[in-house]
């Protein structure tokens, strides 16, 4: 028997039969062909010093974080760099690092500092930027093909399948936050509901026009699904709520009512863990009773709540979530992944795939090699082209472990409720709704008769932002303008919230001079 030849052998074989193979042929190919080096470094050690010198940089810069400013704007000698001309040599990486500390790192948007509670935003980790960076490093397109990284993401949908309680078979994917896995559980219902023809045929195949229901504290988000499924956000009937910020279910069962006897087609109801406003619940298990006995899809934009289920005190809330058809959720909120990372989780592993599964010559399946595999990403989600993401995901579950992951949750909360607590019994401030998670929304109390506290409201959040101290937001109840703190950073102290308090104290303070004064 022959011996079977080796890769090396094959390749010396190849290469002796090139023309290259002739030394003047070759001599020649030189002279006429002189190619640029590749793009790796030249010189890999001094290479490598600058590189930890950037990790250097970055954990120097976590380690001091509280010392910082939350926040500060770029001066405009520094934005002017952002608008020089297109680089046509290259430059050292060490001035680009140099360049990154002056001109970019003092200038960040703040969610890593503790005193950042203006928008639900996680804080990321040191444990999470190694993992990114090390995704970085094997550069993979995770669209699909066989290979390590997508068993990595697959061990991502096992896990969540035992957080939420839902089939050990369901099926995941990977998008860059909750607004795209919103999107695609809006997409996974939209083909439950008119078929896979819907997908070449348009909304028309169908024969009637969908609609679907969530309540008016919904994320903005869902309406953009609506429009960009085709569906419209003219068919999405945001429902009003409880004096819980619930979903009335009244108002739903009406509203459901209504549009079948005016011929449309209900399609799909979305529950909310966790409001975006103030942090409220739809009660989960009375959804998918009604989405049971009208046959309609039952999802949960759990962007940050659904994570509840990982603290035991705060998994309660989420009860009846487990009967959901699909979930979507961020990581790179409470569980601290560095951005991005969201995701959509769908029961029904069939149903998802018949949404997105596309043929393509590219896109062909062989028993063995790199194009092995039945289930690619790619045909869970609209993207072909993915990083690597479940990565940092993967580290962050493995460094810290669920239960940790679980009490730093639940921390969050306890932290809410001592602000809300100073705010309560505090004689310049009131709540402007329940606290029930992690979101604190509260006002200026009038002092005079008309003032305008919606104006305060907002000079506060401002001052506070300038002033590089704390980090709130601006939001709108019942059309008045509230400062709004939510704390999701794992960071965040007791301490910081009588920081906070007190700066926000301060603040009013001194803007109801300047205000009355006609200053704004």
Known sequence: MAKRPTPQHLIAMTQSRSPLSDP?????????????????????????????????????????????????????????????????????????????????????????????????????????????????????????????????ERQITLWLTEIFNFPRESSGIFVTGTSVANLVAVLIARTDALGIDARSGGLASGGRQLTGYVSQEAHVCIEKAFDMSGIGSDFLRKLPVDSNGAIRLDALTEAIARDRADGLQPAIVIGNAGTVNTGAFDPFDALADLCAKEDLWFHVDGAFGALCAMAPELRPLIKGMERADTIALDFHKWLQVPYDAGFAICRDAEAHQRAFMSSGAYLSRAPRGLAAGEAWPCDLGPDLSRGFRALKTWFTFQAFGAERLGETIAQTCRIAQHLARLIETSPRFKLCAPVKLNVVCFSAKAETPGEDLGALNRAIVMDLHESGVAAPSLTLLDGRPVIRAAILNHRTRLSDMDFLFEAATASAARLRTRLRSGIR
């Open 24 to 152: 003047l042929h070759r001599a020649k190919f030189e002279v006429e062909f002189q190619p640029e080096a590749d793009l790796d470094p030249q010189d890999w050690e001094a290479f490598g010093a600058e590189a930890h010198r950037a990790l250097d940089l970055m954990l120097d810069h976590l380690r001091t974080i509280r010392a910082q400013k939350v926040w500060q704007d770029a001066p405009k000698d520094v934005r002017a760099r952002f608008r020089a001309p297109l680089p046509q040599k290259g430059h050292d990486i060490g001035e680009l690092i140099d360049t990154f500390a002056e001109s970019i790192l003092p200038y960040g948007s703040g969610n890593l500092h503790p005193l950042f509670a203006g928008w639900v935003q996680g804080g990321g980790t040191p444990v999470g930027m190694v993992a990114d960076m090390l995704a970085a490093g094997l550069n993979a397109n995770c669209g699909g093909r066989n290979h390590i990284a997508l068993d990595v």
